[in-house]
Structure formats: C-alpha cells, structure tokens
C-alpha cells in the first residue's frame, strides 16, 4: 500500500492578491524513527531541489515496495518567499527582500521556553524524556502566532522537523566540494553521513552564531543537557547542513548519485529496509568551525586559482593568484594569495575579480584559530 502523502501548507499574504504555498511530502505510516529534508532554504542554491527530483523517484520506488519503516519528511522547495524574489534576471533567495535577514539565520531558540515546560517532568527515562521535549517543542510552536509571512515559514519549517530523528537542510556553497555542518555533541555519530556523501570536511560546532535551521532543530538537546544535568537527555535529533558542492553543479548523473547516497544513509538508520554497501571511508575527520580559515584577498585585480576544491594544503602554498594588469612592472602585476594554515580547501569563490578583504577561498583546519568572535558563518 502507498503511503505517500502530499500537502500544500498556504503562507499568509505578504501583499493584496498574492498567497504562497509550501508544499510537503510525507512517506510512511507514521511509526518509527522520522527523517527530515530540506532543499531551498537559500533559494538561489539549485542543487538540493535536483537531488530532491532524484530522491523522490528512489522513494516512490521504495514506498511501492513497502520498504519505508519510519516515517520521511519532505519539503523540496522550503522557501517559496526567497524562489519569488527575482533582480532582473538574477535570482536573489538568500536574504528576505523585506528584512534584510538571511533565511538560514534567526531561526527559533525554543530551548527557554521548552526547559521550563519540562524541568518538573523529567525522569530516569531517557526515550520518555525524549517524548517529553518533543511534545514540549511541539506545544510552543502551536502556541505561537508568527507576524509575517516569513516568520510563518521559519515557524512551519521547524514545527515539521523538530521532533525529527534525522534533520538534513540541503545547500550548496559557491565552488565547493561536499562538506557537512553539524553539531559537536553529534560526532561521531553522524560520521556516516558525511563518510556516504563523500564529504572532504565535517565543521563542528556547539553554536555557530544567529541559529541556523539545523541548529534550531539539534543545539536545543545538549542544551536541555546542560541545564538538567541530573536527568538522561540524549542528542536526538542527529541534524546537519548538507552542502552539495558548488552553485553550477547541477546534473542528473551526480544529484541521483547523491539521491542514492540519502537512501543508503536512510537505510542504515533503519528508516528504510533493506541492505546497504559497506560504508565507505570517512575522507578526512571532521574539524572545528571555529578552525576554518578565510583567505582573503590583500589587493585588487582578478583571481587565478591555483588550487580545486578538495585539496590538501599546507601553510605556504599558493592558493590563487590576483592579476593587476596596470602594474607598472610584470613582477608587480602578480600578488600570489597563500594559505595561512594547514588544512582542506573545500570552498572557492565564484567570481574572479578581487578586492581588499574579500574572501576568495575557505580552508579547514584541526585547530581553533583566534579573533574568530562568536558568529563563525559567513553571510
């Protein structure tokens, strides 16, 4: 029996004659563990709306097969604010239009609210305790009236995944290779999330800064940890930020390998029956946010990268070159950009032209770095 369900959640109006809606998938019965995925927070990162494509096909397969367990959240587009917002011919999905706030930051801290709910209730248990949060997490959403459209969207978007086992927002950074963001108390545990989807860096952090989607759904946990130290209250919700590559990797052959990947991650986590492969090796261990390093750039001019996505680096070498071609001598028109630290370059800037402290590559390192201050996210 087909279990897959289809709903269109309408947004309140942002103007006369104008409604949007937010479309989600379910699959499953409703019983065992729950998956959670995203595509599209940042609108303007296409790659996890074409794995999404991929991922449905393999569930539609598997869910007339009757091999989903538990039960799979989908939500493909989960911005439609930020897929309307058009410049011209430039599509413009990372920030509200309206606010000026990125939609991957600012999301809700319910870990207050939800402490005070249960700091009488909680017990030995640690599944009832589990339980206990899920529905406290759940009573304070409903009991929320969001101002705007936008605030209604973030509030939707968690109240679908809070009580999630499994959370996975899928994004995309400029050139890029696979690399992965979750919380420390998760590793290793999500190590084979990134070791399936052939992530060439892990970043951890406790916080992050300005509460990213991810974070709203798993930091609550540790959090409700710390503050209750005398009962059991586990990390469960295992919740990551995906980030498929670069902005142009959009391409059947790859999305549905990573499709696939998903599946064998699902499989393994007992969402889905079945058997998987072995596991491949984990690329490189995972590192701490707080240890990526921005190169940036010291001049103006135009970037030559001398360096791909998924390197291995040392201090020294030269990442990019910046060319200033109205520099009076040769040697002068050269301004060779090295890596400050040992680590992998997973991230390059996707325009060629440079100015003064423009970051124009990321490299994660082992160790923490100084003057990082508390917000470790880019824009």
Known sequence: MKTKKIEAIELPQSSMANRRTLTVIRYGEGTGKKAYLQAGLHADEPPGLLVMHHLMNQLDRLDADERISGQIVLVPVANPVGI????????????????????????????????????????????????????????????????????????????????????????????????????????????????????VATLLAKVSGDNPFDEACSRIWWELAERHPDYPIPSACLAATVELRGTMDVDHKQAEEDALSLIRFLTRRGVIQGDVSELPDLIHDATPLRGVEHIKAPVPGVVVFLEKPGAVVKQGTVIAEIINPLASLPEKRITRVKSTIDGVLFSINTDRYARPARILAKIAGKEPLKGKGKKLLTL
């Open 84 to 199: 309307s917002q058009w410049r011209d011919t430039v599509l413009s999905g990372r920030a509200d239009f309206n606010t000026g706030i990125n939609f991957n930051r600012k999301h809700l801290d319910l870990t207050e609210q939800v402490s005070g709910d249960i700091k009488d209730r909680l017990s030995q248990d640690p599944e009832a305790n589990t339980a206990l949060i899920r529905a406290s997490m759940l009573k304070a959403l409903a009991d929320m009236t969001p101002e705007d459209e936008s605030a209604f969207l973030k509030h939707c978007l968690l109240s679908l995944a809070c009580d999630a086992d499994m959370v996975l927002d899928l994004h995309c950074d400029l050139v890029a290779s696979v690399h992965v963001y979750t919380g420390t108390p998760l590793w290793p545990d999500a190590a084979d999330l990134a070791a399936e989807l052939g992530a």
